[in-house]
Each structure stands twice: as structure tokens, then as C-alpha cells.
């Protein structure tokens, strides 16, 4: 699972998980306040439409052995190799648009003052930063704001070809939604993206599924992680992603840089660990898959780590096929240490958590914490990149052996670093509401991050004999899991218990500085990022308004919740943080309780009464005041580049870290080096 972070609204509980990684996602909100750390480094890069490019640096790089650094760049070199994988994965026609925009945009030699070229160039840069034509977040496919006769100028100008449904698509109504998850709808049919065929159905795919059976029932197969499904002469057939089967050309080339980390691992472990991975590439074997994270979550040591493979599914509606992503972490030694008290105390916290007794577990095994520095990201994880992970995301896995849990500490300190805006003073309701934020939001969120990860996602237990979350719960597996994860931050962030474990040096006030953040972006201001009429469709958008509008529904009675009308402008002021602690309490108990027994009918209740609908004149209040900031409600990042020294046979003696010229630059040098896909699959 993997947390992601939006930037510029009030703090909320992080998320898309990879736990991406919300890649998030993650993807929760981080504090902008009128306190900023100063620094010489400047971490904005640029900003356009609804995004701003941030750029962030490798604390303790020169402090790493040459050994080390090779480690990290032929695991970076890994990633980028199958980048364009995530493009394909996202939508069929992805890298057919690219690569003729691309073409467009670096051999135009006509006016480029004109607002049309302006909105050409303003497209590409979203198309870029979402990995595709669909937005990254919302999932809408992105409309762009010149006209269909504009682009077939340029496209003869340059000599460029585009045509067919890859052109048409950009101007018309099909495709519209990456990711559907409607309610009573085939959710297969209206994704776009290309995890199946053309006309294979949501049923086509459940009845295919329903038909796999793993060898040993307790540890579970992750059946469709890595493979597409497409029909045939009107059969269901699986097309594997591996050497030699679908995306072949690409895993050939990710396979050599594993190859060569492998053979500067920093420990055994850890090089039997990608010794697995190299097989799991090169065969499509879900078991040694399987094998791998087992392998790789045993592998603690060392001051080197990564994800890399088929990980995250949020991007397909039915919950099986993973998206390809990578990110290259470097151990923060300080923060690390001063985190892994949570690790050690984690089953303090599920004992006594407010979950019922057979839905907790007696052993919580291998939670490993460790605070890192991103050295490199990829797919899925960028530009948009989670801020915490938590993987494997196997359930058997994480009950027998662990899981992992990192958080992504420069990509936080360079969100935290990157500017300031007014909308903490827009939308909270008091003065101390915002003194609040401002001295302790930052502790909180990280905090928050540190126990969805760690006590969240290894938290509770299945019933004997229930199915995967994915199979009971179906389209609303994934906001499920990141409420509940949230959930469990919640419910400790307010515990005397953090300040006994030396994490905080006043409890009270940052659990009430998380709880006011959280109901503040949960009820209005994560509402700037959609559009009026709009329903909430993305996972984590829907887990962080089920979870506050349950919570603000269950205790209107006693008024624990306010909602306050001044000036014509709303708010909501929690007037008792002891009952909400309650409420929160009660809500984690019943999500629980929904995946341990793989209750659908629930879980389709409480997503749909309080996650899915808007309020809409809220919606249009939100927009009204928000309209007056300028700051983008979205960032992510180009990636440090890194630049190796060579002697006279070809030895690496040196590696640079070099900051990219600019966000294009990047993009384009990208695809340049690692263009390993056929336009068309």
C-alpha cells in the first residue's frame, strides 16, 4: 500500500497506498502554513494548470560507499526501464500520443505565442505528469483546450501521424473515465484502462477468476497481479507480463540493471531477494512472486532498499492487476531510529485497539519502520509519488511473515519546504484552530503516516475461511483499506500513549491538530479537486469523506461536530475531540469487522451513504473561496538525475547527483533512454 500526498489544502490522513503508491496513494494532503523552514535550495521547479513541479535532494548521498551508490543507480536504471509500462498499463493509446506530441513539441518551428500553442504545451505537461490522457487523480480523461483542426495543423507541419480512435479520443466523449466505480455498472467496460481487452466484461473477468485455485489455500495466489485479460475466438485468455510475453520488450531491458544490483547487493539477503525478482520477471510466476516478498521482506539490512514490479491496484476496478511502479530509498539513520518505536510496540496496539477480539491478531509479526530519502522513482510512484509505503500487500504474507513500512522523509521535507498558502486561514474556524496547525500539523502528519503504515495495514485478521479483501469486497476493497488504515492512525494519534513512547511532547494537542485537519479536508477542502456535479470517485477522496461524514452524522446528536455558518462561509468545529476518539473508535471496530468477514452489502452501504455524494452547496462555496489561490492543488516532482564518472575501462568511479534543467527536459530525455514498448499492444 502506499500513501500519497496532495499539497496545499488543510492536513488530512495520508494516502493512496502502495501502500503507493494514494502512488497515495496515495495521496493526502500535507500543511502549507505560513511557516517555512528557509533554505538555499529551491524546490519549486514550475507550475501549469492544476499541478506544480517540485524537486527534491538525496540527504547522505556522499556519504554512501561507491558500492552503494551503484546499488541505488543500477536499481534506478531498473526502474526507468519499464516506465513506459505504466503508460500502456493506463491506456491503450497512451504512448501512440505521446510519442506524436512529443515529436510536435521538438520540431514545431512555427508560432509558439499564440494561446493555442500555450494549451498545447499546457496539455503535454499534464499528459506527462499523469502518465497518460487521464488525470492522475481524478481519473477524468483531461480535455484539451485547442481545437482538433489546431492539432492536425501541427501534426502536418511536423510531419507527425495521429490518427484513428488515438486521435479522435482526445476530442470525444469515449474513454472518459480511467478507472470507473460507479455503482451498478460494469466497471470493466467503462475503465479505460488497458488492464483488459476490448469488450471483456466485469462478469467475464469475475467468472475467470472464480476458476483459480492456489496450491496451498493459506497463502493465496495474487491471481491477475501481472497479466492482462483479452478475449479470444470468445475465450477468456491471460496474457502474462514477463520475458517473452506481454511487455517483454521492456522487462529485457529492467532484468541486465537487476542483474548487475544483484551483484553489488549489500548482503546476502538482500541479493537472494532480487535473485527472485530477476526469476519473477523472467517467468510470470505468481508463486515465486510470492517467494520474492517473502524474500524481500525478510531482507532488513543494509542502508539500501526499493520496490519494484506490479505492486499497487487501484487502477483496476476490479482489484487484481497491478501497476507497474518503482521508487529507490536510501535509510535516514536518525529518523529511523527515533521511529522504530512503533515497530516495537505494535502489538501493544492491537490489543488495545477497539477492534473485536477475534478480529485481532495474537502475534503481529515483522512491522520493520524506517524513515528513507527517495534516490530515484518511477511508473506508477512518479511524477505523482506516495509518501509512505507499506508493502507486501499479500494478507497470508503480512500475517506469517511482515510487511515493510517506510516513510518518503525528503519527499515530505520538500513538500514542506516548497511555499506557503492562505487556505489553512481560509477554511479553518478559529484562531486556535489554526495555531494548532501550525505548531503541531506537521508533527501529526507524520505521525499519522507512521501509524497508517505501520499498526494500520498489519493490523486485524481475516475470518477462517474468508476470501481476499479484493474477491469479498470487490470495487470497494481498496477504501476500505485505506479508511481503515486511516482509521487506526486516528484512533492513536489521540493516545497518551505517544507521549509515553517519547514521540510527542503534548498528545492532546497533536491528536486535536490531526482530528481538526482530517474533518477540515475530509467534509470541504479536498472538494477543490473536483468539479461541480461531480461524484467522489477516487479511493482515497472517498475513504477520508466516509470516514468524516460518518463520524459528523453519528454525533450530531450530542454536537460533536459543528457545523458553522459565519459570513456566509462554512465550517466545521469539533467541540469534543474525547467523543470523536470514540467515534473514530466505533468506526475502525466496523470496518474491521467488514473485512474480516467479507460483508459486501456493508461495506457497499457505507461507501455509497457517505463516501460517494456532494454536497454541492458546499462544493460551490469551497470552489468560490479557493478560487482566490494561486498555488496548484496538486504537486510531484522531476527526479535528480544520476550521472556516473567512468575511467578508461568503462569502471563507474564517481556518481553525481544532478538536478534535471526542467520538467520537459526530463520527460523527454525519458523517453528518449528507456522507449522499450511498441506503440500499440
Not at 388 to 411: D, E, F, H, Q, Y
Not at 435 to 456: F, R, S
Not at 591 to 617: H, P
Not at 649 to 661: F, R, S
Amino acid at each position: 500500500m502506499k500513501l500519497k500526498l496532495i499539497v496545499g489544502l488543510a492536513l488530512v490522513a495520508p494516502f493512496f497506498y502502495s501502500c503507493n503508491n494514494d502512488k497515495s496513494e496515495p495521496k493526502a494532503e500535507i500543511v502549507e502554513t505560513e511557516t517555512k523552514v528557509e533554505t538555499e535550495f529551491d524546490f519549486n521547479v514550475e507550475q501549469f494548470a492544476d499541478i506544480k513541479i517540485l524537486r527534491y535532494q538525496i540527504p547522505g548521498w556522499e556519504n554512501l560507499t561507491l558500492k552503494e551508490q551503484k546499488l541505488v543507480y543500477y536499481l534506478g536504471q531498473a526502474g526507468l526501464a519499464g516506465r513506459d509500462i505504466t503508460w500502456d498499463q493506463n491506456y491503450r493509446h497512451n504512448l501512440t500520443i505521446r510519442n506524436a506530441f512529443e515529436n510536435v513539441y521538438t520540431t514545431y518551428t512555427g508560432d509558439k505565442s499564440s494561446a493555442d500553442w500555450e494549451a498545447f504545451e499546457t496539455y503535454l505537461k499534464r499528459v506527462w505528469f499523469s502518465n497518460g490522457i487521464h488525470h492522475h487523480y481524478s481519473n477524468d480523461k483531461m480535455k484539451p483546450e485547442f481545437s482538433k483542426d489546431y492539432l492536425v495543423g501541427l501534426l502536418k507541419q511536423t510531419n507527425t501521424t495521429l490518427e484513428g480512435e488515438a486521435l479522435e479520443v482526445l476530442f470525444n466523449d469515449k474513454d472518459s473515465k480511467k478507472v470507473n466505480q460507479a455503482k451498478d455498472v460494469d466497471n470493466v467496460l467503462l475503465s479505460a484502462v488497458n488492464f483488459y481487452g476490448p469488450n471483456v466484461t466485469m462478469a467475464e473477468v469475475e467468472a475467470f477468476y472464480k476458476t483459480k485455485k492456489s496450491p496451498d489455500p493459506e497463502k493465496p495466489l495474487s491471481f491477475g497481479l501481472n497479466s492482462k485479460l483479452v478475449k479470444e475466438n470468445g475465450k477468456i485468455v491471460e496474457q502474462v507480463y514477463k520475458s517473452g510475453g506481454l511487455y517483454g520488450s521492456a522487462i529485457d531491458n529492467i532484468i541486465p540493471w537487476l542483474e548487475k544490483a544483484q551483484g553489488v547487493a549489500e548482503n546476502k539477503a538482500q541479493g537472494d531477494a532480487i535473485a527472485l525478482l530477476i526469476k519473477y520477471y523472467q517467468t510470470g510466476d505468481l508463486q515465486t512472486w510470492d517467494d520474492y516478498n517473502v524474500a524481500w521482506t525478510a531482507a532488513t539490512e543494509g542502508n539500501i532498499d526499493y520496490i519494484n514490479s506490479f505492486i499497487e491496484v487501484y487502477n483496476d476496478p476490479l482489484g487484481y492487476t497491478g501497476s507497474y511502479e518503482t521508487i529507490v530509498q536510501i535509510k535516514d539513520f536518525d529518523m529511523s531510529e527515533k521511529m522504530s518505536v512503533l515497530s516495537e510496540n505494535a502489538q501493544w496496539f492491537e490489543d488495545n485497539s477497539p477492534l473485536m477480539e477475534d478480529h485481532k491478531k495474537k502475534n503481529v509479526v515483522g512491522v520493520s519502520y524506517k524513515v528513507v530519502n527517495v534516490a530515484a522513482e518511477a511508473g506508477d510512484a512518479s511524477p505523482s509519488t506516495p509518501i509512505g509505503v507499506n508493502l507486501p500487500n499479500a494478507n497470508w504474507i503480512r500475517a506469517a511473515v511482515g510487511s515493510k513500512s517506510v516513510s518518503l522523509g525528503n519527499i515530505i521535507h520538500a513538500y514542506n519546504n516548497a511555499g506557503s498558502t492562505g487556505r489553512l486561514k481560509e477554511f479553518a474556524n478559529d484562531a486556535e484552530e489554526i495555531e494548532l496547525e501550525e505548531k503541531y500539523g506537521q508533527v501529526a502528519d507524520k505521525l499519522h503516516t507512521a501509524l497508517h503504515e505501520v499498526i494500520g495495514h498489519a493490523s486485524g485478521q481475516l475470518n477462517p475461511d474468508v476470501g481476499e479483501t479484493k474477491e469479498t469486497l470487490k470495487t470497494y476493497a481498496s477504501t476500505l483499506e485505506e479508511g481503515r488504515a486511516d482509521l487506526v492512525g486516528l484512533y492513536y494519534l489521540y493516545n497518551p500513549k505517544l507521549q509515553e513512547l517519547g514521540l510527542v511532547d503534548d498528545w492532546k494537542s497533536v491528536g486535536k491538530a490531526a482530528y481538526d485537519g482530517y474533518i477540515r479536508n475530509g467534509l470541504m477542502t479536498q472538494l477543490i479537486r473536483l468539479n461541480i456535479g461531480d461524484e467522489v470517485e477516487e479511493a482515497h477522496m472517498r475513504n477520508r469523506q466516509w470516514v468524516s461524514a460518518w463520524v459528523f452524522e453519528k454525533g450530531q446528536e450530542a454536537n460533536v461536530i459543528e457545523k458553522v455558518t459565519r459570513d456566509g462561509k462554512t465550517y466545521f468545529n469539533i467541540t469534543d475531540y474525547d467523543k470523536l476518539h470514540d467515534l473514530f473508535g466505533q468506526l475502525l471496530r466496523e470496518t474491521q469487522r467488514i473485512k474480516s468477514e467479507g460483508d459486501f452489502a456493508a461495506v457497499q452501504a457505507l461507501v455509497e451513504t457517505y463516501g460517494v455524494k456532494v454536497d454541492q452547496e458546499i462544493h460551490a462555496e469551497v470552489l468560490k473561496r479557493n478560487a482566490q489561490f494561486k498555488s496548484a492543488p496538486y504537486s510531484g516532482f522531476v527526479n535528480p538525475m544520476l550521472v556516473p564518472e567512468m575511467d578508461d575501462n568503462g569502471e563507474i568511479t564517481k556518481i553525481n547527483v544532478v538536478q534535471p534543467e526542467s520538467f520537459p527536459k526530463q520527460m523527454l530525455d525519458y523517453s528518449e533512454k528507456y522507449n522499450f514498448l511498441p506503440e500499440v499492444n
